[in-house]
């Protein structure tokens, strides 16, 4: 699958592929200076692009896990998404988690996009559903005796 991408700025970086068999591709922080983000704080870091994701397709935006388990940041809304539709510039809304303060230096690695297929589906409004053995159980019902 191609998807067409485009700079926005002049020191943007394509996102990168960790390994051959890794599903995400990293995202850079295209900043010029670096940015502290404050415990329990929302900063909003852009990557200098913009893409074209395929039509039935959308842009996952997950944590990068040393990132996340190492330095307590996370993107905020936990998994962004990146519609097809979307030109605008993909940021990522990075929260810090943790109780020390944290800094993001230009280009470091801030997330990971994953390209993910989904179905468009419509939904019918019924006067009710079909029984299962589950039923409405829920939050940790499963498996109990």
């Known amino acids: 699958m191609n998807i067409n991408i485009t700079k926005l700025t002049d020191t943007a970086k ?3 592929r960790g390994s051959m068999y890794a599903a ?3 995202l850079f922080a295209d900043i010029s200076e670096d940015v502290t983000i ?3 704080e929302t900063k909003m870091i852009g990557t200098g692009l ?3 994701i395929p039509v039935n397709y959308f842009g996952g935006v997950f944590a990068r896990s040393g990132l996340s388990a190492k330095e ?3 993107p905020a809304n936990c998994t962004g998404v990146v519609d ?3 030109r605008g510039e993909v940021k990522v809304a990075l929260h810090n988690d943790s109780d020390e303060v944290r800094t993001i230096t230009p280009f470091e690695k801030i997330a990971q996009l994953v390209v993910i297929p989904f179905l468009p589906v419509e ?3 019924v ?3 079909s029984d299962t053995v589950r039923g409405e159980g829920g939050f940790g019902s499963t498996g109990k005796h």
């Open 14 to 16: 394509l996102p990168e």
């Open 24 to 26: 995400g591709y990293d």
């Open 38 to 40: 404050n415990p329990h």
């Open 50 to 52: 913009a893409m074209e």
């Open 72 to 74: 307590g940041l996370r």
């Open 84 to 86: 097809s539709d979307y």
């Open 123 to 125: 939904f019918s409004l």
């Open 127 to 129: 006067d009710s559903l």
